[in-house]
């Protein structure tokens, strides 16, 4: 079921503007933002701490709503100015910066959760096909474990397990790999290039990690401090397949360092706004 | 820790018999079995020596433990009450009953109350104000209330122990909703999870560890509310026997019904705490890694 189809997956975000409005003081986390995403493309999205990032995430996956502008998905509208707030549907599917696997069930439990909510396959078969994924994801013996018994690396590859089993249009990552160590970190991402290699699925992926954003990517989207804009597209023409052998290219040096003078000016701006709200 | 290789685990964790006996053995091995015996004897020592011994001010009028101990062991009890006399098993017996009951009602609707409280906010807020003005009104306050509305000794009794029950178990299972990590329920929408999926698949199982803190606490406070309400207004059971054995100035029968409610009601924390443990394996394991 997960073929490699790339012609689905298209994301079009059109001036996408979203203002909060805590405690009566309007806050614009999104600023007439637009990016077009093509079907089966992996993007990245970097910029300072709290600039909107995740607000795009969660206008895309239908966890908040948008101000103003529209959301397409394969061409069809998401949320607009009739529908603020997109329905939360299983083609989009969110890997969460914690890791929200349900500690109460396995991880072939959880796998299987999805098919068997949305009346997709009988238990027995989604726990069937949760196990053969988990195998193929290198991970089969943890299957009748629970989430709290295993390392961090392997709750969040069943976690991807989990997205990919619904076949979903698009994968949604929110910093997923943020609280690893560089090492595990490593071997996450040669698992999602693996899982990219085979799904193509279209990937939207916030970090703050810029070589991690280069070494996954097709595209880097550099976004402002808050209100968030996009300041700057690093296109990656580094070939795939890629592997831990491409960290140490001269592309990929000169890449990062493109997308570092680029995100480091708007590093400056968010720290020095930061401190004058404090002061 | 990292998942480079494959981590074939050939041997399995040892489980049911074999699992207790080596727990007993580890358990063995920890100062922790040992110390607890000599605290044990530790108080009873002292006991012994501030009414019996030395028999001091104040406690010279109490029932000291070897006196205590002998007529509970006797088999033919001087105070006509030991472990020897069905009557002991009776007041046990009645007292045990009326919690049962008492503590199923409370669970039966406290629960189910608190996960749809914690669950709809509607419903919440309908309730709320309510539990809220109800629940800091002490047992004893209850009594009279409880004696015009049902009729005979049993109901009312089992009914004051049922509400102390209740407002614990409602509360802690509404706290154990909202405890639930709202990014469970959005990967539970995510995934396609229709309301009753939510409800059956994050909200039952989140509340879970919450509810069974709720339900130790609520048994403890379900005795402490029947004793009360036996002192008050009983016939038979443990609360019933103190008052009498009191009147009767049988001090010696008051430090048995005593101290047989302390183990009843450690008995009765020690099996919900299993029965929680049972249903909540995902937390045993992953807690056992961490060394708890």
């Known amino acids: 079921m997960t073929s490699a189809s790339s012609n689905r997956g298209a994301i079009s975000i059109r001036n996408v503007t979203k203002i909060y409005d805590p405690e009566g003081v309007n806050v614009m986390a999104v600023d007439d933002c637009s990016l077009e995403i093509g079907a089966g493309e992996v993007c990245m999205i970097v910029g300072p701490s709290g600039c909107g990032k995740t607000t795009l995430l969660n206008a895309i996956a239908g966890f908040h709503s948008i101000t103003e502008g529209e959301i397409y998905l394969d061409g069809e509208m998401l949320c607009g100015p009739d529908r603020p707030l997109a329905n939360q549907g299983a083609d989009r599917m969110v890997v969460f910066q914690h890791g929200a696997l349900f500690p109460w069930k396995t991880l072939a439990e959880n796998v299987a959760y999805g098919p068997i909510v949305q009346g997709a396959m009988s238990k027995a078969e989604a726990i069937d096909k949760a196990g053969t994924m988990l195998s193929e994801a290198g991970i089969g013996d943890m299957a009748k474990k629970y989430p709290g018994e295993v390392s961090s690396g392997m709750a969040r590859r069943a976690e991807i397990v989990r997205a990919l089993i619904n076949d979903p249009r698009v994968l949604l990552l929110d910093e997923p790999y943020r609280a690893m160590d560089a090492l595990t970190k490593s071997i996450m991402h040669e698992s999602l290039l693996e899982v990219y290699d085979r799904t193509k699925v279209t990937i939207f992926f916030i970090t703050h990690d810029l070589e991690e954003a280069i070494f996954l990517g097709d595209r880097v989207v550099v976004m402002t401090t808050r209100p968030a804009k996009t300041k700057k597209i690093v296109d990656v023409d580094i070939p795939r397949p890629r592997d831990y052998t491409t960290l140490s290219s001269n592309r990929f040096r000169e890449l990062v360092q493109e997308a570092k003078d680029a995100v480091h000016e708007e590093a400056v701006k968010a720290f020095e706004a930061g401190e004058r709200e404090l002061a | ?292």
Not at chain 2, 173 to 196: M, Q, W
Request: glycine letters at 8%; aromatic letters at 14%; proline letters at 6%.
């Open chain 2, 1 to 292: 820790m990292t998942d480079t290789t494959s981590t074939t685990q050939t041997k399995k964790p040892p489980t049911g018999l074999t699992r207790t006996i080596y727990d007993w053995g580890t358990s063995l091995k920890s100062p922790t079995p040992y110390l607890m015996t000599f605290g044990i004897f530790l108080w009873i020592g002292a006991y012994y020596l501030f009414v019996e011994g030395w028999e001091l001010p104040r406690f010279n009028k109490l029932p000291g433990p070897v006196e205590v101990i002998t007529e509970f062991l006797n088999p033919d009890p001087d105070w006509g009450m030991s472990l020897f006399t069905a009557e002991f098993y009776d007041h046990v017996f009645v007292s045990c009953r009326r919690i049962l009951i008492a503590f199923a009602i409370a669970t039966g609707v406290g629960v189910p109350l608190g996960l749809f409280m914690g669950w709809s906010k509607t419903f919440r807020d309908y309730s709320f104000p309510i539990l809220e003005t109800l629940r800091p009104i002490p047992i004893l306050a209850w009594v009279p209330l409880a004696i015009l509305m049902f009729s005979g000794l049993e109901t009312p009794v089992i009914y004051l122990a049922t509400l102390a029950s209740l407002f614990v178990t409602t509360l802690n299972t509404l706290l154990g909703v909202d405890s639930i990590d709202e990014e469970y329920f959005r990967a539970a929408n995510c995934l396609g999870s229709k309301p009753h999926h939510v409800f059956m698949h994050i909200v039952v199982p989140g509340a879970l560890p919450f509810i069974f803190t709720g339900l130790q606490i609520s048994i403890g406070v379900a005795w402490f509310s029947l004793v009360a309400a036996e002192m008050v207004s009983g016939e038979f059971g443990l609360g019933y026997l103190i008052v009498d054995a009191y009147m009767n100035i049988t001090y010696v029968i008051m430090v048995i019904a005593m101290l047989t409610l302390g183990f009843v009601g450690w008995l009765s924390s020690a099996l919900v705490r299993i029965a929680g443990n049972r249903l909540m394996q995902w937390r045993v394991r992953a807690l056992a890694l961490e060394g708890r």
